[in-house]
């Protein structure tokens, strides 16, 4: 009896079965390119296009070409209203979840991509649309040749095969690409890396030394009261981002949201604790340049930003906290409460950032003495400092 799967396919789905598959999608996606070239397919151009779960990237391109490096494309969030999707192949099989296929040598089809490739000497188009398991994300491959009288039937039904085959590998690694990324924007890159390795257990924690950095915004329940929601969120947000982007450029880990506030961790575990209150004290100077570049453009009916921050030095406990299927991952400890009750320092003072003894010492940096002052909590006055 005749084995109805051409050697070919055959070929493609022996190795995914039979040997071990390379890890991520990357190393999946250029090595079926490989195979496919290596077993005949006359194939000289491929992508593979991904939905994914990101708050500013809504999908994924990979594109492989003869004799070329692949390049990786990531489109912004609401790339579904543009006419590069709207006006693409990718719409259709979005649209009908069937394959489409296109002669590149006649007529202009009315899609920008593929008048393009017709142009750079490609001659037949098909795009195949991946049935994950996954209703919701949608994903396809296509494949382009420039061989005269472009595919056959025969050449389409075996790549249909070949996508089918290769689904359940791309679904994982997609899955997997959305699981991390929906850990680190709600947990963090550290701790959604250490929750994704299985660091799921409550009171599963270790200890870390770290410059912790707390933040908040002033006056900002008199804003909320006369000002309308959206007026309120998008003042968090403008905050917040440029709060977050100055920890993170300077190798920092925000951990939690708080109201108005964040708290934030810049560990010294493979830095000397100088680094560490560099890269702190950095990040702190970052966020008084953004608030006053917000203050100078902000719409003159709302007050200006006013913050306080600050830092302190020293061991936390880093890990699960919380009831026993819903869990939080965050940082605790004595030097957690100290930085946090620092803030009150910040606020009386009218200060923007203030520092702690240990900060101010190990930072090798000259910091003014603001006195000592009575904390919630700490039994005894602290020493606070101020960056000169």
């Not at 912004?76 to 693409?88: F, I, K, N, Q, T």
């Not at 099989?93 to 000497?121: I, N």
């Not at 699981?179 to 890396?193: A, F, H, I, K, N």
């Not at 575990?269 to 209150?277: D, G, I, M, S, Y």
Request: with cysteine; net charge negative; proline share 6%.
């Amino acid at each position: 009896m005749t084995d109805p799967i051409a050697p070919r396919v055959r070929a493609i789905a022996d190795w995914l079965l039979l040997t071990r598959e390379p890890g991520d999608i990357d190393a999946l996606f250029q090595a079926a390119c490989a195979r496919l070239d290596a077993a005949g397919f006359p194939i000289d151009r491929v992508s593979l296009n991904l939905e994914v779960i990101h708050p500013e990237v809504g999908g994924e391109g990979r594109i492989w070409q003869r004799a070329a490096e692949v390049v990786v494309n990531r489109a912004a969030r609401g790339v579904e209203l543009s006419d590069d999707y709207l006006l693409s192949p990718v719409k259709v099989v979005d649209d009908t979840d069937r394959p489409f296929r296109r002669r590149l040598d006649g007529a202009a089809t009315g899609m920008p991509l593929l008048d393009r490739l017709g142009r750079e000497g490609f001659t037949d188009y098909l795009i195949v649309p991946l049935a994950f398991q996954d209703k919701d994300r949608t994903a396809a491959m296509s494949f382009a040749t420039r061989r005269p009288g472009g595919f056959t039937d025969a050449d389409e039904a075996d790549l249909l095969l070949v996508v089918q085959s290769l689904c359940p590998a791309v679904e994982a690694r997609v899955m997997r690409i959305i699981g991390r990324d929906l850990l680190t924007t709600y947990l963090g890159r550290d701790p959604g890396e250490r929750v994704l390795r299985g660091q799921i257990r409550r009171g599963d924690v270790s200890s870390l030394f770290a410059a912790i950095l707390f933040c908040d915004l002033r006056n900002f329940t008199g804003f909320t009261q006369d000002n309308p929601s959206t007026a309120v969120i998008g003042r968090l947000n403008d905050w917040f981002g440029l709060a977050v982007e100055a920890v993170e450029r300077n190798g920092g880990e925000v951990l939690k949201f708080m109201g108005d506030g964040l708290m934030a961790i810049f560990p010294a575990e493979e830095l000397n604790p100088r680094q560490a209150c560099g890269h702190a004290l950095a990040a702190a100077s970052e966020i008084g340049q953004g608030a006053d570049a917000w203050n100078a453009g902000r719409d003159p009916r709302h007050p200006p930003l006013d913050y306080g921050l600050s830092l302190h030095l020293g061991y936390v406990a880093f890990g699960n906290i919380g009831g026993a299927r819903r869990l939080d991952f965050t940082v605790i400890g004595p030097a957690v409460n100290l930085a946090s009750r620092l803030m009150e320092v910040a606020k009386h003072l009218d200060r923007r950032v203030v520092v702690s003894q240990s900060f101010a010492g190990c930072s090798g940096r000259n910091h003014e003495p603001l006195g000592d002052y009575a904390l919630r909590g700490i039994g005894h006055p602290v020493p606070v400092y101020a960056p000169e």
